[in-house]
């Protein structure tokens, strides 16, 4: 997939009956088959590659190599679409603005139905894969809240960190009143945080962070569970990278939207290679970019690219794809990079 800067099974299979001297065809059925169901294969001993169980070892892969001193990670989850085709749910590693997949699940959008049951399962995968002394972020935009999610992600002694809309009502913990959350977000400029008791119908007892920023078309209120001096609102701006990570599988990297296959399973088994193959470039290419942090969540503004000494003009994810190519074509060992650490700051 790197060398043919493609996931399409056509382009690989060309690409690999090249550098391993067999023939296409042959090559093109077994990444297809690969793809396949078990009954849909040929043969009485065929198996098929079961998705979900690869979903744990793909965030060990990246805990075993995160820094030993970075005890931090942030995972975002979202969902995207492939055209009037595919909807997928999606939960990612966030990483040196790049988002590395680690469970999904792909619906045809004319036969998806609730997102809960799906989500809950995802995130079942993972219950005590992190060591219970990190601290985890896990980010969606608004309109992913729900007070399930919230404490989905508590009871996995993780931290939510979830956007809502200003539509609602809150109370602070010294009052009795609730009063409109659009009053605390009310200018440009304007920033508060505290305890509340948030929604007068399914109340969340919460800290709720809210910000609005110039450049900014609307204010930022986030719940979590962590106290209001343990949390920093520009910690929300990490999310986003995983609207990277939908990039870089579609025309900023692997090509999906040019994909053929019909069967949402299949399609499950295909992410799997994409995940796996940017999980790769990713760590390479983050080496390459080392003079940033891979995570930290330390103070930052929420405008923070304008931080950087050096602006980056190759995302990690290009870094990653030069430099396994550059290696190939001088004859080097192919690099496996690293996640990076030497300084305190979560870019």
């Given amino acids: 997939m790197v060398v043919a800067r493609s996931c399409g099974q056509s382009s690989v299979a060309h690409m690999m009956a090249r550098l391993i001297c067999q023939k296409e065809n042959t090559v093109r059925q077994r990444l297809r088959e690969w793809c396949w169901d078990q009954k849909d294969k040929a043969g009485k001993k065929r198996t098929e590659v079961a998705v979900e169980t690869c979903f744990e070892p793909l965030l060990r892969w990246i805990l075993q190599d995160w820094e030993t001193r970075e005890r931090r990670i942030a995972l975002a989850m979202d969902a995207t679409l492939l055209g009037d085709r595919y909807v997928v749910l999606a939960i990612s590693v966030v990483y040196r603005r790049c988002a590395i997949p680690i469970a999904w699940k792909v619906f045809s959008v004319d036969r998806q139905a609730g997102w809960k049951a799906e989500w809950l399962r995802l995130f079942a995968f993972f219950e005590g894969v992190i060591p219970a002394d990190w601290t985890v972020l896990v980010l969606a935009d608004r309109g992913l809240y729900a007070d399930w999610l919230f404490r989905s992600i508590t009871d996995l002694h993780w931290h939510p960190f979830l956007r809502i809309n ?140 304008s931080k950087r000494s050096q602006p980056r003009l190759l995302s990690c994810f290009r870094l990653g794809v030069l430099a396994i190519l550059a290696a190939l074509l001088n004859h080097r060992s192919l690099p496996l990079g690293s996640f990076y650490l030497n300084h305190d700051y979560f870019y």
Wanted: hydrophobic content about 40%.
């Fill in 166 to 305: 200003a539509n609602g009502k809150y109370r602070t913990e010294d009052s009795s009143q609730f009063l409109p959350l659009s009053n605390l977000a009310s200018s440009v400029g304007c920033h508060w945080s505290g305890r509340v008791t948030c929604f007068k119908h399914r109340p969340l007892i919460c800290t709720l962070l809210v910000g609005w920023e110039e450049g900014y078309t609307d204010p930022w209120l986030i719940l979590t569970d962590l106290q209001p001096n343990q949390a920093n609102l520009a910690w929300y701006s990490l999310r986003s990278w995983i609207e990277c990570c939908f990039k870089h599988t579609k025309r900023a990297g692997w090509q999906w939207q040019n994909t053929r296959m019909t069967d949402p399973h299949r399609a499950e088994r295909h992410w799997l290679a994409m995940a796996v193959a940017t999980l790769w470039v990713v760590r390479v290419g983050g080496e390459v970019d080392a003079n940033l942090s891979p995570s930290s969540f330390d103070p930052l503004p929420l405008l923070h690219s």
